[in-house]
């Protein structure tokens, strides 16, 4: 069966987002954020070199990728999607482009996604990786520095503007070959076969270098699905936006849904505001209808654990569908 044909079928999935904002779990200097967890640097506008700081600290003992990938097999789910690089440009997998990375910076020393791969091989899941390929705080050159207040409420930029502040001076396609590019294809040749390649926010790439991270993907996966998030309306399936329903039903077009549990993707310690199993599995429903798939997100914390009401709420949907 090809992944297309898969996808179709698979309905149900699960999104991780697991970085250093765990640590900071939405506070940061006797502040809490209204927002999603996992923009806290940009929130706080937090300088590189405090928020690498947060590197030392983090060793998650608790974090077990056999564990992840059971919760979410008990709950339906045929999929996981992790963030191997999100916004702060912290890689959650051991890069020879980037010191910058879980595995040279942390205490932990370890490669979560190698650890989910063999767990997803192991019990019959299919991997895929979410990866930033605009945006990138750490990075002098990351996008998005042609906007201005957008994310956030209006609250936050997209670019790090705060430990570089000349956006004139700014030229993604220095970013995009030193690290983005790099970094895409040790993803696809370190970690076995992925089911697809999920893509962010696209502010700033050309349509040329869209075509050449598709053709990347492709090169080394014939067969791994790329979203829409890679910009410039290119891409094998649909993303919707963040926590929609779309009313209309995907036709032929393979479709996806990425929803969260509570408010947040990235860990907040102070969001309680929980689906619960009826509702998940209202909106299973509803996007299962319509051809779409649903792709539900957990923030683990920086210990590793799943919190426990997301892993109460996963147990009651599997054992429902059941």
């Known amino acids: ?18 970085g250093l904002y765990s640590l900071l779990g939405g506070e940061w200097k006797g502040e809490r954020m209204e927002e999603i967890g996992e923009w806290a640097q940009q929130y706080f506008r937090i300088p590189l070199s405090e928020y690498k700081k947060l590197a030392q600290a983090f060793n998650p003992v608790f974090f077990d990728a056999e564990e992840w990938v059971l919760t979410a097999k008990a709950a339906g789910m045929k ?3 992790f963030t191997s690089k999100h916004h702060d440009g912290f890689a959650m997998f051991h890069s020879s482009v980037s010191k910058y990375n879980i595995a040279d910076m942390t205490p932990f020393g370890r490669d979560p996604v190698e650890e989910l791969a063999k767990a997803c091989k192991k019990h019959g899941l299919r991997l895929g990786l979410y990866y930033s390929q605009d945006l990138d705080w750490e990075h002098p050159h990351g996008g998005g520095y042609r906007h201005g207040k957008v994310w956030c409420g209006g609250k936050a930029y997209l670019t790090n503007n705060w430990d570089y502040p000349n956006d004139k ?17 040790e993803i696809l040749t370190n970690y076995g076969d992925l089911c697809l390649v999920w893509f962010d926010v696209p502010a700033t790439l050309t349509p040329g270098q869209t075509d050449e991270l598709y053709s990347l993907v492709k090169h080394y996966q014939p067969d791994c ?20 329903i779309p009313e209309n039903d995907a036709g032929g077009r393979l479709r996806e849904a990425p929803c969260t549990l509570n408010d947040t993707w990235g860990y907040k310690s102070f969001d309680n505001n929980w689906k619960s199993a009826d509702k998940v599995l209202e909106l299973k429903q509803r996007l299962n209808s319509k051809n779409i798939n649903y792709l539900l997100n957990v923030g683990p914390d920086a210990l590793g654990r799943i919190p426990a009401p997301s892993v109460k709420i996963l147990r009651e949907v599997g054992g429902r569908l059941k």
Request: hydrophobic residues 35%; charged residues 35%; proline residues 2%.
């Open 169 to 185: 001076e700014k030229d993604y396609s220095i970013c995009f070959r030193e690290k983005i590019v790099p970094q895409v294809r």
């Open 79 to 81: 999929y996981i999607v």
């Open 1 to 18: 069966m090809d992944n297309k044909q898969w996808f179709r079928e698979a309905k149900f999935g699960m999104m991780v987002h697991w």
């Open 225 to 244: 699905l790329v979203n829409s998030r890679i910009g410039n309306g290119r891409g094998d399936y649909d993303s919707a936006d963040d926590n929609e």
